[in-house]
């Protein structure tokens, strides 16, 4: 029988106990934390908020369900308006304060080298997940504490969309290019360009626009004026939609082909212009498959603010995280991590 003297040591040693094994390392509170820089406002947004949405309904149903083996996934996200300074101070918050075992980049390119800097001070893994692979990320010589989950390569999708322009071309092609100016979209307009010139195809106009123009219709005056029939984009959705809108406003009646960014399905349906083209890696909705249904179901459950078409991107960012989660031995670390990400060979049905 406890005495009225020895309730209150009871309770205090349970709450001792409570509060010791929550703050002991490897109970099952702990949490592997991921760290992200995103673009949520800004240039690129219409990109990389879905991209969020997404993360973040997944891993809201894989904690719900217990986390991986039994730790919750801590999700912590910064918003970096794709300015380089901001990813910086994010990446460095992230990895000194925040403690995460892992980075991750969801921004445009301008952002890209001041986080692998933090990256590669501090050994923390960064992925690119929703923008663009870059060159650092494929062989010959990769560097090891960067990796990517998507599915569009600088020096990669290139070779397709060229060697499609030629393919398809019924007259010489008079070949515009069109890029946004941040570095990786730049370097594989210049790609482009020079790929163009060893196919026998003419160059006659190539324009690189500043993220955030209000107005493309000077580019898309000097496209028409140079004589173009053809026009390639590679650059984040608004800069690629936009010049096209433009020339089709000033009565240009050439073709264009362009990266399938996760709002092209739709966009595709607003447009209904034969004459656009996209090109990309990840199946429509239309396909109807079951990923594709569980996006769907996910997104209406949770009430996503974006279209779930848009999902796409960061519904992969998540499976593959999921995935290095799993094959990442507890406790985890980003040493840890940065193995297990070499590791993953994931093909979701």
């Known amino acids: 029988m406890l005495r009225k003297g020895m309730v209150g040591q009871f309770v205090g040693m349970i709450l001792f106990f409570l509060i010791l094994f929550y703050l002991t390392p490897g109970s099952a509170q702990e949490a ?20 969020k949405d997404a993360i973040d309904i997944y891993f809201k149903e894989i904690n719900v369900k217990g986390g991986v083996k039994g730790h919750p996934v ?19 918050k992230l990895v000194t304060q925040d403690k995460v075992h892992l980075l991750l980049n969801g921004s445009l390119s301008s952002t890209y080298a001041p986080m692998i800097q933090v990256a590669q001070q501090f050994k923390v893994p960064l992925m690119f997940a929703g923008g663009v692979c870059p060159p650092d990320v494929y062989p010959p010589k990769p560097d090891p504490y960067l990796f990517c989950s998507t599915a569009y390569g600088a020096r990669y999708d290139s070779r397709f969309a060229i060697s499609f322009i030629k393919g398809e071309a019924e007259t010489p092609v008079r070949l515009a290019l069109v890029g946004m100016n941040i570095p990786v979209s730049r370097g594989e307009i210049d790609f482009a360009e020079e790929l163009s010139k060893t196919m026998g195809i003419e160059i006659v106009d190539k324009e690189i626009t500043p993220p ?33 809108e433009a020339l089709r406003k000033l009565g240009w009646n050439g073709k264009y082909l362009a990266y399938a960014h996760t709002p092209s399905e739709d966009e595709l349906k607003r447009l209904k212009d034969d004459g656009f083209y996209v090109f990309g890696t990840n199946a429509f909705f239309a396909d109807r498959s079951d990923i594709h249904k569980k996006i769907k179901s996910a997104s209406e459950k949770e009430k996503s ?39 993953v060979n994931l093909n979701p049905a």
């Open 32 to 51: 592997y934390r991921v760290g992200c820089s995103m673009a949520i406002t800004g240039p690129g947004a219409e990109i990389y908020g879905p991209l």
């Open 212 to 244: 955030g123009t209000p107005d493309y219709t000077p580019f898309a005056s000097k496209i028409k004026n140079a004589g173009a029939n053809w026009a390639y984009a590679w650059a984040p959705w608004g800069s690629q939609v936009r010049p096209f």
């Open 74 to 92: 801590k999700i912590i996200i910064e918003d970096d308006a794709a300015e380089p300074s901001k990813a910086a101070t994010n990446a460095k």
């Open 305 to 343: 603010i974006f279209p779930y078409t848009q999902l796409t991107e960061g519904w992969i960012a998540a499976t593959v995280l999921e995935e290095v989660l799993k094959k990442t031995p507890w406790p985890p670390n980003p040493e840890k991590i940065r193995a297990a990400m070499s590791q």
